[in-house]
């Protein structure tokens, strides 16, 4: 009698819950399955294309080496040789990726720019994680972070382990509360980086 009573109480709470709430908690949950890592599925069609599933399935785009259009749609992904097609360029516009997908970025050898905007997901860890990744230490020179609330300086200054890193743009990140110093900093790590600020 006692679990029935316990029973009901729970529903009752469930049922009395904002249905905006259980909707969030779907989509996080759906984002969190989009950028799950499929080991296995690197292995067997290699790291860019997995990736470009991995970031695709996210909301993402991609361009590939030697090709000017933006892949956008999952389905029609190109197909040919293992590794023909290596992604030169991510953007994340609007996306959903967050972290736990980052091991998706490990085995890229050849992307040059990235632009995370308006992506409700980074966080400075998602940051570090990228400036630890040595194949983008070497090959990424253009970055932007835009409008991504949870970034902090703490995450920015990070970003320095980017040894290779020509052009660095930073626009309406609340979370940054050390401008000057967050800027002063990178300057001083990486004395051949544009840095471009549009922060308030």
Known sequence: MMLIGALTRQTGLLRRRPSWDTGRSFWGWLNAVFNKVDYERIQAVGPDRAA????????????????????????????????????????????????????????????????????MYIYDECLQRLSQTPNLQRSLLRLWVISCGNVTDKGIIALHKLSNLEYLFLSDLPGIKEKEATAQTLRQSMPGLQLELDLD
């Open 52 to 119: 470009s599933e991995w970031l695709l399935r996210c909301g993402a785009h991609v361009r590939y080496q030697g090709l000017d259009k933006w892949q956008q749609d999952y389905n029609g992904l190109p197909s040919g040789p293992l590794g023909k097609y290596k992604i030169q360029s991510i953007n994340a516009t609007e996306s959903c990726i967050m972290a736990k997908g980052f091991d998706y970025l490990d085995g890229l050898e050849h992307v040059e720019e990235i632009r995370l905007c308006k992506c």
